[in-house]
């Protein structure tokens, strides 16, 4: 189809900013548990878990422990960006022709220049998008209030006996 292009980001960045969105949602909530996280999202728990390792590690979330327990972000959602969630999960969204062979050794390509270029564009994109800035658009808000319907339907937190 003309205008697609083929470049995707994988699923271990994917999957890492959809459970720091989780995070920032549900923020002011408390700790969240990588549980309710991979029930929520439908992400494997064993897969949070390595993600979450790294995202440790990168300082963008911090462990609490206890009841009560589970994970917070380590800064304020207005200070984490798209980049910083997929750099962390060592993740690249680079468009460059490294590994091409038409691209090894010394020289670079005809078009490895234009492929640099659309990373730098890439990049920059994605760290202009803080956490609490993506949370603020009207879609994203409409599709919190879906899934959150969801939820309370599937896991109802009372019971009515009425």
Same mark, same amino acid.
């Given at each position: 189809?003309?205008?697609?292009?083929?470049?995707?980001?994988?699923?271990?960045?994917?999957?890492?900013?959809?459970?720091?969105?989780?995070?920032?949602?549900?923020?002011?909530?408390?700790?969240?548990?990588?549980?309710? *996280?991979?029930?929520?999202?439908?992400?494997?728990?064993?897969?949070?878990?390595?993600?979450?390792?790294?995202?440790?590690?990168?300082?963008?979330?911090?462990?609490?422990?206890?009841?009560?327990?589970?994970?917070?972000?380590?800064?304020?959602?207005?200070? *984490?960006?798209?980049?910083?969630?997929?750099?962390?999960?060592?993740?690249?969204?680079?468009?460059?022709?490294?590994?091409?062979?038409?691209?090894?050794?010394?020289?670079?390509?005809?078009?490895?220049?234009?492929?640099?270029?659309?990373?730098?564009? *890439?990049?920059?994109?994605?760290?202009?998008?803080?956490?609490?800035?993506?949370?603020?658009?009207?879609?994203?808000?409409?599709?919190?209030?879906?899934?959150?319907?969801?939820?309370?339907?599937?896991?109802?937190?009372?019971?009515?006996?009425?």
């Amino acid at each position: 189809m003309p205008g697609n292009f083929p470049m995707r980001l994988s699923t271990k960045g994917r999957y890492a900013v959809t459970a720091m969105m989780d995070l920032a949602i549900h923020e002011s909530g408390g700790p969240v548990t990588l549980a309710d *996280i991979s029930r929520c999202q439908h992400i494997s728990l064993s897969y949070l878990e390595q993600l979450f390792s790294k995202l440790r590690r990168g300082n963008l979330v911090r462990g609490v422990r206890g009841p009560g327990g589970g994970y917070r972000l380590a800064r304020p959602a207005s200070e *984490i960006t798209v980049a910083a969630i997929i750099a962390a999960v060592d993740e690249s969204v680079d468009a460059t022709c490294r590994g091409d062979s038409n691209c090894g050794g010394q020289d670079a390509c005809l078009t490895h220049e234009l492929w640099c270029g659309l990373s730098r564009r *890439i990049y920059n994109f994605l760290d202009g998008i803080s956490l609490e800035a993506f949370l603020g658009r009207a879609s994203v808000q409409e599709l919190i209030r879906r899934q959150n319907d969801d939820v309370d339907r599937r896991f109802p937190t009372h019971v009515d006996l009425g």
